[in-house]
């Protein structure tokens, strides 16, 4: 019987070890929902963020749990270091890819490589030009969203519009007797589809045109007279605030920041002004990390748009599920939440990221 057993044993190790995509197995059993351990190639923007961390972690995190081989890649916000990884994940052979394109442009032919490679992708947190991540066209090779296999991530555009719909419904609440609002905005990295998607959302919402960066909304209430951006870091959400407050400090109502840590970093330029953050300048943020919760708490910021980064067991799953040929949804679409001051310190405790 145990000879038998050391039989089966060895059986299974081998024909692991060769089983589809022929990429480095590593020792210690088999993915759940496989019969093998499989190997995945991760390319990630960099850690720009409070949320590009959680991210990172929730990956890391849910390639072990589902005992995944994880080869991570960390791209410091360069497209061609992301193109390079994937090509190496290509000649590595690993079983599927799953990447965060930093920008939206640019991918056709590295996607085109991992399908004649026969390795699928999978698109996570920010999405490619063209795609609208709905069911493809099979016989239409220039569709994008032929290009990949699913998308997992948030709707970009939408966090766009309920940053607006937050600041209609509140902000002549917190600044009441003025005619117009003015806002300044500081844009995530340009031409990643989180800056193009909630740019888009909170001019449609106003009803100001997508093209315009600076324009007054179609009530005539809202108008957004300075918008540069901060390629989402907290550093530089500091610094382009600091400029604002020179040129235009005394008008600024509103600042929608494309991301929490943006804004984090102009509330410290907001006070170096003398100006008070959350009171005199209303702050919308997008995220809902928990450094937004402790400024929200304080007091010095107003709302955060939540847009989650805890993908990682999307991710995991949809991949077994993808090598299993199941049936997988174009866009797993993540589920969220606004949140303000008036729910923040309760929520708080709750919060994963
Ligand atoms: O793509 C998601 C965005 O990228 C997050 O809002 C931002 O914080 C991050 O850096």
Same mark, same amino acid.
């Given at each position: 019987?145990?000879?038998?057993?050391?039989?089966?044993?060895?059986?299974?190790?081998?024909?692991?070890?060769?089983?589809?995509?022929?990429?480095? +197995?590593?020792?210690?059993?088999?993915?759940?929902?496989? /019969?093998?351990?499989?190997?995945?190639?991760?390319?990630?923007?960099?850690?720009?963020?409070?949320?590009?961390?959680?991210?990172?972690?929730?990956?890391?995190?849910?390639?072990?749990?589902?005992?995944?081989?994880?080869?991570?890649?960390?791209?410091?916000?360069?497209?061609?270091? +992301?193109?390079?990884?994937?090509?190496?994940? *290509?000649?590595?052979?690993?079983?599927?890819?799953?990447?965060?394109?930093?920008?939206?442009?640019?991918?056709?032919?590295?996607?085109?490589?991992?399908?004649?490679?026969? *390795?699928?992708? *999978?698109?996570?947190?920010? &999405?490619? +030009?063209?795609?609208?991540?709905?069911?493809?066209?099979?016989?239409?090779?220039?569709?994008?969203?032929?290009?990949?296999?699913?998308?997992?991530?948030?709707?970009?555009?939408?966090?766009?519009?309920?940053?607006?719909?937050?600041?209609?419904?509140?902000?002549?609440?917190?600044?009441?007797?003025?005619?117009?609002? =003015?806002?300044?905005?500081?844009?995530?990295?340009?031409?990643?589809?989180?800056?193009?998607?909630?740019?888009?959302?909170?001019?449609?919402?106003?009803?100001?045109?997508?093209?315009?960066?600076?324009?007054?909304? &179609? /009530?005539? =209430?809202?108008?957004?007279?300075?918008?540069?951006?901060?390629?989402?870091?907290?550093?530089?959400?500091?610094?382009?605030?600091?400029?604002?407050?020179?040129?235009?400090?005394?008008?600024?109502?509103?600042?929608?920041?494309?991301?929490?840590?943006?804004?984090?970093?102009?509330?410290?330029?907001?006070?170096?002004?003398?100006?008070?953050?959350?009171?005199?300048?209303? *702050?919308?943020?997008?995220?809902?990390?928990?450094?937004?919760?402790?400024?929200?708490?304080?007091?010095?910021?107003?709302?955060?748009?939540?847009?989650?980064?805890?993908?990682?067991?999307?991710?995991?799953?949809?991949?077994?599920?993808?090598?299993? =040929?199941?049936?997988?949804?174009?866009?797993?679409?993540?589920?969220?939440? /606004?949140?303000?001051?008036?729910?923040?310190?309760?929520?708080?405790?709750?919060? +994963?990221?």
């Amino acid at each position: 019987m145990k000879k038998l057993l050391a039989v089966l044993l060895a059986l299974t190790v081998v024909s692991a070890a060769f089983a589809g995509g022929g990429g480095q +197995q590593s020792s210690g059993g088999v993915t759940k929902g496989m /019969d093998r351990k499989i190997v995945m190639g991760y390319s990630q923007i960099g850690a720009e963020s409070e949320w590009r961390t959680a991210c990172t972690n929730s990956v890391q995190a849910a390639a072990k749990e589902w005992n995944i081989d994880l080869r991570f890649s960390d791209a410091q916000q360069k497209q061609e270091n +992301q193109l390079q990884a994937i090509r190496t994940f *290509i000649r590595q052979k690993v079983d599927i890819i799953a990447f965060t394109p930093v920008v939206e442009t640019g991918w056709e032919a590295i996607l085109k490589e991992c399908l004649d490679a026969g *390795i699928p992708t *999978i698109c996570v947190d920010r &999405s490619i +030009q063209g795609s609208d991540r709905k069911a493809p066209n099979p016989n239409d090779k220039n569709d994008p969203d032929n290009w990949f296999t699913a998308f997992i991530g948030s709707d970009m555009e939408q966090e766009g519009n309920r940053a607006a719909k937050w600041m209609i419904a509140n902000v002549p609440k917190l600044l009441p007797g003025k005619s117009v609002y =003015k806002i300044a905005e500081l844009q995530g990295t340009v031409g990643s589809s989180a800056m193009t998607g909630r740019f888009k959302g909170f001019r449609d919402t106003l009803g100001i045109p997508a093209a315009s960066a600076t324009g007054t909304g &179609s /009530d005539g =209430k809202f108008q957004i007279i300075l918008s540069q951006t901060g390629d989402f870091t907290r550093a530089q959400g500091k610094q382009v605030m600091e400029a604002f407050m020179k040129s235009n400090g005394k008008e600024i109502d509103v600042l929608f920041a494309h991301n929490d840590d943006m804004g984090i970093g102009a509330i410290q330029a907001i006070q170096e002004a003398g100006r008070v953050p959350g009171k005199d300048i209303i *702050i919308i943020g997008i995220d809902a990390v928990k450094g937004a919760f402790e400024a929200m708490i304080a007091g010095t910021m107003n709302a955060s748009i939540e847009c989650s980064p805890l993908l990682g067991p999307q991710v995991m799953e949809t991949a077994v599920k993808i090598l299993n =040929k199941q049936p997988v949804e174009k866009w797993v679409v993540s589920n969220e939440s /606004d949140f303000d001051q008036t729910n923040a310190a309760a929520v708080f405790p709750s919060r +994963q990221y």
